[in-house]
């Protein structure tokens, strides 16, 4: 289960006890970005929110993986 409301203390797992839990069921191999700052307005999906704004794809993509 992956937290989507920020509070759990184990970033970026919940306890199945909390009403936003997500649970990830792959259907085909991808990649994730998974938030672990806590952050993101897309939780539990990274959306770049731990630095600061950049224009372009290029760019966006060397935020993760430059």
Do not use: E
């Not at 184990?10 to 306890?15: R, Y």
């Amino acid at each position: 289960m992956l937290c989507r409301c920020g509070h759990s203390s184990t970033l970026p797992d919940c306890s199945n006890s909390c009403s936003q839990a997500f649970a990830v069921h792959a259907q085909r191999q991808q990649w994730l970005l998974l938030c672990r700052c806590g952050r993101s307005a897309r939780s539990p999906y990274c959306d770049g929110s731990h630095s600061s704004s950049v224009s372009g794809f290029k760019q966006r993509w060397l935020r993760f993986w430059g």
